[in-house]
């Protein structure tokens, strides 16, 4: 396989994955790494040392990345790992999650910046508690796209009708939950690699692609053109000097808007509504260092300028003037806890991180915790510990400007920092609004 | 709409992560040691903050043992892109009693830049370093995050990290202590290449291919023509002049060569793509042990 050398043909793809402890994950991403040459001699070699010298009977390909001296003293992953690699046709960005203790953690993190999640099912032992946990997580963090890897087909003799359960099973489960992802199913070995670079012999009955060749021409929904225009202001350009300079002229009155488009797109001369004061304007410039730009893509960052004094800064948040987001002090929220040493309960306060704003939070009510192995809400107990997920309502000392997070992943999300420690503590994912008292149309589910 | 180029995603996230980092907090620097990583990362900085200047200074921690191109570009790097450059010097440490020189042929002062780079912190109070490191450079980096935060003493702690959610980034610390953050964690070695091919961004002359007088010493090309290395009587018959390029620049005395006649940037990029062997390969500071950048950095490396 030749090593991507052209950048301007690819894209990137970032996924995560998602399997139980014996499924063959490390065999599977070390095959996408080795097969792909992303593995090198020197590397290989150390982990190969390292390997013998533990008495490990194969190569322990988790070594490449376990590099912790704890992780490899326990022999166990502690923490999410990113790993790279490309193809002539893509770049990839691997978020590998360990599958113990922590797992619901890392997952969810791995999960937040996935467009893609992989998940492993061992073709012996079929649809298990923990597929039905990692689908829950991958459709909860909204994940669009789920690959259904049903490994070690080897076992069974890659016998199709086997295959076909697994696949019927697994279907019936994810039409139970709330949002459902694209699935492709594949049957594969990664241990001889069977169907994760090229088509298997072994598998005549299955006419679907390869994994890799999926991974590289999968169509991944993340933000698009066509979303409404997000634009969250991080910083303020304001170089405060009568420099001319050569795309922009006299620089005295510049006074640029610094950020990353979240979603949509701007054009120059677009009407604008900029937060938190509300009021309308009109967008007169769109720069970046390569000079003047007419119109803004998804993803990429740049310095905005509009035609009247408007009070804004970092926190702000500029979008279309018909296309307004929501604003409330209060609303609910799906998160999941990480704390191992503090738990949430009603009445905990937090500071609240959510786009570029930094607000004071205290959780006004639980509503419920998921059991995510049955997937069923209880109320048993309103206080969150270590890897719990669950709904709270939370109320915010100053509005916040938002979507909820079925609609959109940037402007949806927020996370919980402890007060005393300064540890981020939850993830959250806004379900719905709870606005001011008098407006009739606003405690609607969305 | 096409989807945007993996180019054009992790130059947008670095811009992206230097934005927060001047926001976030009172007064962060730049680490900058003229390595084709930190120089990348002073470049996006300035296309961050276009059309003022840098809200921050580079700093660069000197061992004294430079090659001298890399001083030559350094200093007009940085009035090419209008910066300020804050200098911490090794030898000061040592004169001062700090720390103390290694000895033996072998000794380097990678070590001792800690010691440096912290005090320098501290007496510019900078409550954020930014640096070039890369997640697929080495195992310990694997597990870096975007922010990192350490303690008081300059310490990093893998086992109790901030996890990273979404493009959300925390950078709340009490006083005294101070984080540093890596804008380029998602890039490859080949990412930067071919970023520097699309951008043309010059470079110092000891990436391309040259001719040097080169000393072998366990498996490593070391330079022998700046004198940087003390020679062993028995190493100095078997000094060779050969045809190199060097792929990581840091520290003269454990940066090592590699053959090779690369001499634009396109045939690096085709070299770097047959390559077989990880950057940091040719590093000798992290060939001391299979945790060594481990425990260097939980002292405060970079």
């Known amino acids: 396989m030749d ?36 593995i090198f001699e020197d590397q290989l070699l150390a982990v190969e040392e390292s390997s013998k010298r533990r008495g490990d009977a194969h190569v322990n390909l988790a070594l490449l990345t376990d590099g912790l001296r704890a992780e490899r003293e326990q022999g166990i992953t502690i923490d999410v790992a990113y790993r790279y690699f490309a193809t002539p046709k893509r770049k990839f960005i691997i978020a590998d999650t360990p599958g113990h203790i922590q797992y619901t953690r890392n997952m969810v993190t791995g999960a937040s910046t996935a467009d893609l999640a992989i998940i492993l099912i061992d073709a012996r032992l079929g649809v298990i508690e923990q597929t039905m946990r990692h689908t829950y997580l991958a459709s909860l963090l909204r994940i669009g796209h789920i690959v259904l890897a049903v ?37 594969m070995s990664a241990l001889n690699g069977d169907n994760v670079v090229d088509k298997s012999e072994s598998t005549p009955w299955y006419t679907g692609p390869s994994l890799l060749q999926h991974l590289e021409t999968v169509q991944v929904h993340s933000e698009t053109a066509a979303d409404e225009a997000r634009f969250a202001v991080q910083w303020v350009i ?49 720069h970046t260092y390569e000079g003047p730009q007419q119109e803004t893509t998804p993803q990429l960052s740049y310095s905005i300028t509009v035609a009247d004094e408007i009070d804004t800064s970092r926190g702000g948040m500029i979008v279309k003037a018909n296309e307004p987001t929501q604003t409330s002090h209060e609303f609910d929220a799906m998160i999941c806890w990480f704390a191992d040493k503090k738990t949430l309960k009603p009445r905990s306060r937090f500071h609240l991180r959510h786009t570029t704003n930094d607000v004071r939070a205290v959780v006004t009510d639980v509503l419920y915790k998921v059991n995510i192995s049955t997937l069923e809400k209880t109320t048993a107990s309103k206080e969150f510990s270590l890897n719990d997920i669950g709904c709270i309502r939370i109320r915010c000392a100053a509005p916040i400007f938002f979507d909820p997070y079925g609609k959109n992943r940037t402007t949806g999300s927020f996370v919980l920092v402890d007060e005393q420690t300064n540890n981020t503590v939850a993830a959250g994912m806004i379900t719905k609004s709870l606005v001011d008292a008098g407006d009739e149309d606003a405690e609607v589910a969305i | 709409m096409s989807a945007i180029t993996h180019l054009q995603f992790l130059e947008s996230e670095a811009i992206y992560i230097l934005r927060e980092t001047a926001a976030q907090f009172q007064k962060p620097a730049l680490l900058f040691s003229g390595g084709k990583d930190s120089i990348v990362m002073a470049w996006l900085a300035r296309k961050a903050f276009y059309p003022s200047k840098l809200p921050f200074p580079l700093l660069h921690v000197d061992t004294g043992h430079n090659f001298p191109e890399a001083m030559e570009y350094r200093d007009w790097f940085v009035q090419e892109i ?24 072998n000794a380097s002062r990678n070590k001792l830049q800690t010691v440096t780079l912290l005090d320098t912190i501290e007496e510019n109070q900078f409550d954020a370093c930014l640096g070039g490191g890369r997640r697929d450079e080495e195992k310990a980096r694997a597990k870096e995050r975007f922010f990192s935060h350490r303690d008081e003493f300059g310490q990093w702690d893998p086992k109790n990290q901030r996890p990273e959610l979404w493009n959300i980034f925390n950078g709340r610390k009490h006083f005294g202590e101070h984080f540093r953050v890596f804008p380029l964690s998602n890039w490859t070695e080949m990412d930067i290449w071919q970023y520097i091919r699309q951008e043309n961004i010059p470079l110092p002359s000891l990436y391309f291919s040259h001719q040097r007088k080169i000393i072998e010493r366990h498996g490593q090309l070391l330079d022998a023509s700046t004198g940087i290395i003390p020679l062993l009587d028995e190493e100095k018959p078997k000094v060779k002049e050969m045809t190199i390029r060097f792929r990581t620049v840091g520290d003269a005395t454990c940066t090592g060569a590699v053959e090779s006649t690369a001499s634009t940037i396109d045939e690096i990029v085709a070299e770097v793509a047959a390559a077989r062997q990880t950057e940091r390969g040719t590093r000798a500071d992290d060939k001391r042990s299979e945790t060594a950048m481990e425990d260097r950095k939980k002292e405060g490396y970079f």
């Open chain 1, 3 to 38: 090593v991507l050398v052209n950048p301007t043909e690819s894209s990137l793809l970032r996924f995560t994955t998602a399997g139980s402890v014996d499924d063959g994950k490390s065999t599977l991403i070390g095959r996408l790494l080795y097969d792909s040459k992303s």
């Open chain 1, 151 to 187: 490994n070690k087909m080897d076992l069974v003799d890659f016998d199709e009708a086997v295959y076909n359960k697994i696949v019927a099973d697994f279907q019936a489960f994810a039409k139970g939950l709330d949002q459902l992802p694209q699935v492709t199913p594949i049957p």
């Open chain 1, 238 to 286: 304001r170089p405060i000097s009568d420099r001319e300079d050569a795309k922009l002229g006299n620089l005295h009155d510049y006074r640029g808007f610094a950020g990353r488009m979240a979603s949509g797109t701007f054009r120059v001369g677009d009407d604008v509504l900029v937060y938190p004061s509300e009021m309308k304007s009109k967008i007169t410039g769109i």
């Open chain 2, 82 to 105: 209008g910066a300020t450059l804050t200098v911490g010097l090794v030898q000061k440490s040592i004169d001062d009693g700090r720390v103390q020189e290694e000895k033996g042929h």
